[in-house]
């Protein structure tokens, strides 16, 4: 197989047969806790003056929304506590009546004006205790309301783990909203879409760097494929890459300190590294098959890629310098675009089962598989939330492409976005 520009939507699209399917039931995926391994929270009450009423029931939605999908919480709804009429503040006493009531967290939350501000001040005491566990204190403008919730989400995530919530990070991904291929930006469940290029042209798999300031991708802008960074903080773009032939697949090490690609500078598709300014070129696979789709391990010593050099598309592994080379995926004849999991159990990967692109995960030693995905239309494109617990994912199990979150076993799918305008890869944020 040689990769041309006219080919490159096929190379998403090839036979496959025959991976052992494990549906959302494989151990290795168990990031998920079960229920009764949750911890009960319950928003006890969130003390709006009427004016900002409206906002109330926003607030609880996003919140409650935000620690479901964290995995760690239970969401609880004890019955409303007579003392807290009126908007008074739990005491110690209300907070032990719920934790008689199977609440080991309890959440109270008031919102109030400051100027054009609005404030909103969070606390979360114990349950068996009544003592204050946390309280924060936040001030935006009502347009940022969302934002807030999602923060306050996350540090309750942090007081009770120590590990960084994932409801302040966002989603980069391609879309043909306006007819052109155009790169967009969402909040992690799906609201707050925003346009962030207007190239008017193609353009194809953004990728984060570590520190989530720049998006790197594909742009056919300048009529030819090259890899350009967008700087989101400043609005700077440059090109970055721009060899002869194609330059794509992009995906930044690890250390920040440069990024690896596909070129076919040399023929067929190659897997190149290049420092942080675009420079020093060094070829890191030396066979005459086609290796693209490069995604590192997150140790940064490793890196997982797709390679034809047996035949059909295949999951390979290979040291950070190219060196010891292995195949990682045998099951079926069209494995692809692999992604490698935050805390490295696991890789996930686009893989066809009975006709239909699925997504597929395996051990990094490859003594595991599972299928993450069923049901009607074609999966891929899959992408890792910073805390290895999700996956989202395109589809066109609904529409023509949107995009779908899925807990990391395959389970509790949700819908993220709805125009259908080929929403596709994908790219979670740090």
Partial sequence: MRIRRSVLPLLFMVLWAGVRPALGAEVFLSATRSESEKIPLALLQVVAPETLAKNTSDIRTVLESDLRRSQIFRMVHPPPFPELAGGAEPTADVIQKAGKQDVQAAAWITLSQNGEDLVMEGRVYDGKTGQLVMGKRYLGQTQYLRSIIHRFSDQIVSQYTGEKGIAETRVAFTSLLTGNKE????????????????????????????????????????????????????????????????????????????????????????????????????????????????????????????????????????????????????????????????????????????????????????????????????????????????????????????????????????????????????????
């Avoid at 984060?208 to 802008?221: F, K, M, Q, V």
């Avoid at 099951?331 to 490698?340: A, I, Q, R």
């Avoid at 779908?404 to 944020?429: I, Y």
Wanted: glycine residues 12%; charged residues 20%; proline residues 7%.
């Fill in 183 to 430: 790169l967009y930006l969402m909040d992690y469940d799906g609201y707050n879409v925003r346009k962030i290029t207007n190239d008017r042209s193609l353009n194809l798999s953004p990728r984060w760097s570590p520190d989530g300031n720049w998006l790197t991708y594909t742009s056919y802008r300048g009529g030819s494929p090259f890899i350009y960074t967008l700087d989101l903080m400043s609005g700077r773009l440059w090109k970055m890459v721009g060899y002869a032939g194609l330059n794509i697949s992009p995906a930044w090490s690890p250390s920040g300190k440069g990024m690896v690609f596909a070129g076919t500078m040399d023929g067929p598709a190659q897997i190149y590294w290049v420092d942080k300014e675009g420079k020093g070129l060094r070829r890191l696979t030396m066979d005459q098959s086609d290796n693209l789709s490069p995604a590192w391990s997150p140790t940064g010593t490793e890196m997982a890629f797709t390679s034809n050099r047996g035949g059909g598309p295949q999951i390979y592994v290979m040291n950070a310098d190219g060196t010891n080379v292995r195949r990682l995926t045998f099951d079926g004849d069209y494995n692809t675009s692999p992604v490698w999991s935050p805390k490295g159990t696991a890789i996930a990967y686009a893989c066809r089962i009975d006709g239909r692109l699925r997504v597929c995960a395996i051990s990094p030693d490859g003594s595991k598989t599972a299928q993450l995905t069923d049901g009607p239309g074609e999966d891929e494109s899959p992408t890792w939330s910073p805390d290895g617990r999700h996956l989202i994912f395109s589809s066109t199990r609904a529409s023509e492409g949107d995009l779908f979150m899925m807990n990391a076993d395959g389970m509790d799918v949700e819908r993220l976005t709805f125009s259908g305008a080929k929403n596709n890869g994908p790219s979670w944020s740090p």
